[in-house]
């Protein structure tokens, strides 16, 4: 008798699937690597292309910002009602804004200008012979010789006098730019005329809750970048036309000159118009220290009467920006563009504090 093995019977196994380790790439993650990539690629050739047309870039841009400022006058002059209740047209109003601007440029290059050409021509001519004087007034100040004044002043004859040879010289490349001047002007109106409807379709490359944000927050920058504009050009034109007058009337040399200067350079505050009237003691002092100090008190009064009447008047419907923000856009303005760029750097400093103001300053924080 032998016994009989029993065998168990065989369970049938499924087939087990491993499971895909964490640090294998499947397709869908090759696709997302793809994507970046050429998504960097993408970005870095647009940032090519900007650079390659960096010059065509700059001259769109501060059209379009000359046309943001300037709306609102064109708006303006829209809300004026013609003879039989109708209203002036956009194009019209952007005619008779132009028609302005060009009449005063044409008044300016043909009153102001030359006095400025012949008072900065007189400058550099006059100016190695009217060292010595102002030289031996400042030796006879106790321990001047020991500041090494004669070499300061070699120092400060030699920069002047090559800085207005400069400028006198340069003149004719300047208007070597009217095509671009020209061409921006253009571009401007066109801004103007079809400025509403880039807007918004601009706005639609955004989600709605985005957008209605991002509306808000550049209309805000338009209101904010017009007014400051208004208000500071207002006081570069006060400054600048109260000192014409006044130097011209304690005849200071190139006092036209001077006057100009001392308003354009108002765009930078304080320290545009320390250096500025610096600049016009020392060519008072060339005749007088009696002037000097008549042209030192004349500053004196209008900085008070500016930030106690003036500023508080003009300035009081806008948000000021800080001297530094402006001195600095100012800098990066003019190493990025030139003199366009200083032109609208202002204006840009503007608009980049409204959208930080906007999207990165935490309001939350005590």
């Known amino acids: 008798m032998h016994r009989t093995g029993c065998t168990a019977p065989r369970i049938p196994q499924k087939e087990q699937t491993l499971p895909t380790s964490p640090s294998t790439p499947t397709e869908q993650d090759n696709g997302i690597v793809r994507g970046h990539i050429l998504f960097t690629i993408a970005v870095l050739l647009a940032l090519a292309l900007a650079w390659r047309l960096r010059e065509v870039l700059t001259l769109v841009y501060i059209s379009a910002l000359f046309a943001v400022v ?33 009449l005063a440029i044409a008044l300016f290059f043909v009153v102001g200008l030359p006095p400025v ?16 004087p102002i030289l031996a007034r400042i030796k006879r100040i106790p321990l001047a010789d020991k500041l090494g004044v004669d070499a300061i002043t070699q120092r400060a004859e030699d920069a002047l006098s090559s800085s207005a040879a400069f400028l006198l010289a340069s003149f004719p490349d300047w208007m070597g730019h009217f095509f671009n001047l020209l061409t921006a002007l253009v571009l401007c109106v066109y801004f103007m005329l079809e400025g509403d409807r880039a807007y918004l379709w601009m706005l639609t490359l955004f989600s709605p809750a985005n957008r209605l944000r991002l509306d808000s927050t550049l209309q805000r920058a338009e209101l904010r970048m017009s007014k400051w504009l208004f208000g500071q050009a207002l006081l570069m034109l006060i400054l600048g036309l109260s000192s014409t007058l006044v130097f011209g009337l304690l005849h200071v040399r190139y006092f036209f000159l001077l ?63 800080m001297g530094l ?33 906007e999207y990165l300053v935490r309001k939350d924080l005590p």
Not at 117 to 132: E, G, K, M, S
Not at 302 to 318: F, G, Q
Not at 331 to 336: D, K, S, V
């Open 70 to 102: 300037l709306t609102p006058a064109v708006n303006g002059i829209m809300s004026f009602r013609m003879r039989g209740s109708r209203r002036i047209s956009r194009g019209l109003a952007i005619a008779l804004l132009l028609t302005c601007a060009f």
């Open 117 to 132: 050409i012949r008072n900065l021509r007189q400058f550099a001519t006059d100016l190695p012979a009217r060292i010595p």
């Open 259 to 321: 006057g100009i200067l001392m308003g354009l350079m108002n765009i930078v505050p304080i320290a545009g118009g320390v250096v500025t009237i610096l600049l016009v003691a020392f060519v008072a002092a060339l005749d007088s220290w009696t002037k000097m100090a008549a042209v030192f008190l004349f500053y004196a009064v209008y900085v008070n009467i500016e930030n106690a009447v003036l500023i508080p008047r003009i300035m009081r419907h806008s948000v000021n920006l």
């Open 325 to 357: 923000a402006i001195l600095i856009a100012l800098i990066a303005g003019t190493e990025l563009a030139g003199i366009p760029g200083a032109l609208v750097a202002v204006p840009t400093a503007a608009l980049i504090a409204v959208l930080m103001d």
